[in-house]
């Protein structure tokens, strides 16, 4: 067989790397994205990805100088291709309930410009049965031609993080799912070349449990985390020695408490298993939701007992929140904690927002220098575990800050050197260090 012709549809988070590493191991790529700029910036051989994406901009802008690698908003560039991938978001909304707009929408365009013959693979997570119900009925439907005998499908789903991205692609395990032997045969050929990690053939509904199990099971062990952290709190102890010491036992592998949950991953995938499977009536998964959603609040309720013990209150305060994104050296906000802890301080006399990768959050410009984000402040929320924050001596933060409240949601700083420094200090996990 001649060698794979692939479009990319979806450029962020997950099409954008898969687009130049395709390229860089020979493909002719085209990335389709329904954004002008997002184009124009991949044609100009530049990362519109915020945050810290180590050798990606480098291999985009070496394939796209290379002429293997170009982007289009023009869905009729699947005509000519032979392996289309598909990258789209897939959200849920407001009741918890697959979003399928955007994934039913390149399909659509997909189908009515795909060509006989033609290799759809999807990458986008999924609710399980969405393959089935969705992707073979909108392509059918939309190009005419029947799945198996005309085209044919899969289903690998992304493994991707922000800050990783190339690096997961090219060293993680991958599921792939097919119709057929040789659906999966023709995946793997391309997939072989991506990853070092090993290629796990099935077929299309397991590939779909398998995403949204795995993302499950990791929301569920950071909630008990967090339930931990909580009961830590109100007992006097230390969550992360209590962790620490836990994992000393073999098969124990307690993850890190915390200020919340964000991505586009975690807080959605759970609801995309559960909704699918609701005749099973499942509890754990919606109940580990809840406490991870609860845990920015918690970070609120922290604060203002803060503030109280020191004599003041959010509204007659100038607070810092010292983080956005919803991960650490990232400047991907979807989903980020830091919203709803933002959106809450809006009540205070002074309220700033620090991060170093992100210019604006929840309608909020951000403050570029994170001395200029605590100069004179009465209170610092830290979210995200941002290197730059390790660097911070609790010397100046007692130095700048007007009233040395500190709130720490991710175990940046000690408590012990924290008191030491004369600083009023309270921890997710830690409780109060007077």
């Known amino acids: 067989m001649a060698q794979e012709r692939c479009a990319v549809v979806g450029l962020g988070y997950v099409g954008i790397p898969l687009s130049a590493l395709l390229a860089s191991k020979g493909y002719d790529v085209v990335g389709i994205d329904v954004l002008r700029e997002r184009a124009d910036a991949v044609n100009a051989g530049k990362l519109p990805l915020k945050g810290d994406e180590p050798g990606l901009g480098e291999m985009l802008a070496r394939v796209v100088k290379k002429g293997k690698l170009r982007a289009t908003t023009s869905f009729s560039a699947c005509k000519d291709r032979s392996a289309i991938f598909v990258c789209v978001d897939t959200p849920i909304d407001a009741d918890k309930r697959p979003d399928n707009s955007k994934l039913e929408g390149a399909l659509t ?13 999807v990458e986008s997570t999924l609710a399980p049965e969405t393959m089935s119900s969705v992707v073979a009925k909108t392509l059918e439907r939309e190009s005419g031609m ?3 005998k005309d085209f044919k499908l899969a ?3 992304e493994r991707v993080m922000p800050g990783r991205l190339l690096f997961n692609i090219t060293h993680y395990d ?5 119709i ?7 995946a793997t050929a391309i997939y072989s070349k991506l990853t070092r990690g090993k290629l796990h053939p099935t077929d299309l509904i397991t590939a779909e449990i398998v995403k949204t199990a795995e993302n499950a099971y990791r929301d569920v062990q950071i909630a008990f985390a967090n339930e931990v952290a909580l009961i830590c709190e109100k007992l006097g102890a230390d969550a992360f ?27 959605k995938d759970p609801w995309l298993l559960t909704q699918s499977g609701k005749a099973a009536n499942p509890k754990l998964m919606p109940t580990a939701r809840a406490v991870n959603d609860s845990m920015p609040f918690h970070v609120l309720d922290l604060a203002a007992n803060a503030l109280r013990r020191t004599g003041r209150t959010v509204e007659d305060s100038v607070v810092a929140v010292m983080g956005a994104s919803f991960l650490q050296d990232s400047g991907d906000p979807r989903n980020s904690p830091s919203i709803p802890v933002i959106e809450s301080l809006r009540g205070a006399k002074g309220l700033r927002v620090h991060d170093p990768f992100l210019e604006e959050i929840a309608g909020t410009d951000t403050v570029k220098d994170w001395k200029k984000a605590l100069e004179g402040a009465d209170l610092a929320v830290f979210m995200v575990s941002h290197k730059a924050y390790a660097r911070i001596s609790p010397q100046t933060i007692k130095k700048i800050m007007r009233t040395p409240v500190i709130v720490d949601g991710r175990n940046i700083f000690s408590s012990e050197k924290m008191k030491k420094a004369g600083i009023f200090y309270i921890g997710v996990g830690k409780g109060f260090s007077e």
């Not at 009515?112 to 290799?119: S, V």
């Not at 057929?180 to 023709?186: E, G, H, L």
């Not at 836990?246 to 949950?261: E, I, K, Q, S, Y």
């Open 109 to 121: 365009w997909i189908g009515r410009n795909m060509r006989e013959g033609a290799m759809v693979v």
């Open 146 to 148: 029947k799945l198996g």
């Open 155 to 157: 289903h690998c789903p």
């Open 174 to 178: 991958r599921v792939i799912g097919g």
């Open 180 to 186: 057929d032997r040789q659906t999966i045969k023709r």
């Open 241 to 267: 020695e209590v962790r620490r010491l836990v994992n000393t036992c073999p098969f124990r592998d307690m993850h890190l408490p915390g200020a919340g949950v964000g991505g586009h991953c975690l807080p």
